[in-house]
């Protein structure tokens, strides 16, 4: 098993949210990077946050040399023109498929990424270096952060650090998502855990639309170590390793798939799939 890969499993396997999704965002990338400084990463980020803690100093009353303790909306201001303004980062709607951005190493280097990989960013850096007491956000359709303590103000940090009401989030939702009817339990707060499923969702989505296989399947195989051999994912790698022709193990999968899934909608599918791979893989012995 690569050195990485292990790195990785032991992180998750922490019990419940005890690690930092940072550590596992930049083992991620050193996954997809094996020549990716994990050292170089780790001082960058601390640098930002160092130059954070400075900067969030620097704010001052009016006419005083004297540094005061601002409302949170204008502490939160004040550290975007940092983020946004000094560090140029935004959110990379023309490429948003693109896998670096999903990558933190390439989000930091770049300046550049999608909702997910942005916000995790930047809570830890609002968090670690600023002072801003922040976490990560689902919703519908988005990401966003959220204030902890509050649930009636937002952060989208991929619209350039816009702050959005509930109201605001829930028209947002509807707006992109047919039929959908907002509720307040649609917004949540996400542990690291399931900062760092999603982030290996979005990139399994973009590798199998890109017939990338072999990435897609590597990625499946992290996502397991971090939700556990659930049923989906059990599938899921039964269908990329037959997209490889590697019909034995695929068969093994969508086997077991089924019968973890005695009930799922799509088991005739998958039974037909199976005896399909069946059929292929005898020819080859």
């Given amino acids: ?69 601002p409302d949170l909306v204008a502490q939160v201001e004040h550290f975007h023109k940092l983020f946004f303004e000094k560090w140029g980062f935004h959110g990379n709607s023309d490429e948003y498929y693109d896998p670096r951005n999903s990558f933190i190493s390439d989000v930091i280097d770049r300046r550049t990424g999608i909702p997910i990989s942005l916000t995790v960013l930047y809570v830890e850096i609002a968090r670690g270096g600023a002072g801003i007491d922040v976490s990560s956000v689902g919703m519908p359709g988005h990401f966003l952060a959220g204030f902890n303590g509050r649930d009636d103000l937002y952060i989208d940090v991929f619209g350039q650090g816009a702050f959005l009401t509930l109201p605001e989030c829930a028209r947002r939702a509807e707006s992109v998502i047919p039929e959908f009817r907002f509720e307040l339990g649609h917004m949540y707060r996400v542990g690291p855990r399931m900062v760092v499923s999603r982030m290996l969702r979005n990139l399994i989505s973009i590798y199998v639309n890109q017939a990338n296989f072999p990435k897609a399947l590597h990625s499946i195989e992290m996502i397991l170590c971090v939700e556990g051999e659930t049923p989906e994912w059990i599938r899921q790698r039964g269908l990329v390793r037959a997209a490889m022709q590697r019909y034995g193990s695929a068969v093994t999968d969508l086997e077991r798939y089924l019968e973890c899934a005695p009930n799922a909608p799509d088991r005739s599918i998958i039974g037909g799939h199976v005896r399909a791979l069946q059929k292929k893989r005898s020819t080859l012995n």
């Fill in 1 to 69: 098993m690569p050195s990485d890969m292990q790195e990785f499993r032991d992180l998750v396997a922490f019990p419940g949210e005890s690690f930092n999704p940072i550590e596992a965002a930049f083992l991620i990338a050193l996954d997809e990077y094996p020549q990716l400084s994990a050292g170089r990463c780790g001082r960058l980020l601390a640098e930002m946050k160092i130059e954070a803690e400075a900067h969030m100093r620097s704010l001052k009353a009016p006419g005083s040399k004297r540094a005061i303790r």
